[in-house]
């Protein structure tokens, strides 16, 4: 049975309501994860969930050898075109992050925007850890961006709606015990469809036991992509910068 992430993530529909995410965005958490971490031109780094390159084509810009890898076909075509397009150094594969078959190859590996907790099982979840600490060359970094959970629930916009070219987008969000859920309705024309995300909500607490415990050491952790100290309730975001145990 096809998932969620893999009916809404392959829809054209995705792209038309995320388009928002923009650039500058982007940008600023590129660069602070360089300046942290200084990396050498033509370092590898494997993008984690790269939906349709936003990042990882950043890095490829300033040198670095990039690896995107996405669960989508539908993104990962766009990724590619975009890459031929730019004559950039970026390699996109369609796949399952758990499933990755690399050992010891990258120098940085990456989970950006909350590309994780889709799972109903904790377990697969967090599985990513242990598969971006063996993807890792020794002492290379993981960088871990997540919703800071605790924000969400004292934050949540449980609706909102708003028109883009003709197009009605509603989007509905809830929290049913320890899971965001989020329906999206997408009115164009006279037809109307459905779509579903949920992701986990995991203390930053859980997050920070279980990087460690899959063999990383937290160098850093920001609550938000201009390097602010991470607060525990104020904070949107829990972006972790890790490194690999030797």
Known sequence: ME???????NSKEYISVYKHRNEQEARKLVSLIIEKLSPPPGSGI????CGYGRHSLIFAEKGYRVTGVDIS?????LARTEAESRKLDAEFVRGNYHELE????FNIALNLFTSFGYDDEDEINFNLFTTAHRLLKPLGYFVFDFFNSN??????ETTSQEEMDGVIVEQKREIIRDTV?????IRRGGETERFEE????????????KLVSAGF?????YGDYNGSNFNDEKSRRFLAICEKKS
């Open 3 to 9: 998932s969620w992430y893999e009916k809404w993530f």
């Open 46 to 49: 494997i993008d984690l969930a």
């Open 73 to 77: 076909q539908t993104l990962i075509e």
């Open 102 to 105: 690399w050992h010891e190859e």
């Open 151 to 156: 924000h969400v629930q004292t934050n949540l």
């Open 181 to 185: 859920f989020k329906e999206i309705i």
């Open 198 to 209: 949920k992701v986990k909500l995991y203390k930053p607490g859980l997050l920070k036991e």
């Open 217 to 221: 050491r937290i160098l850093d952790l």
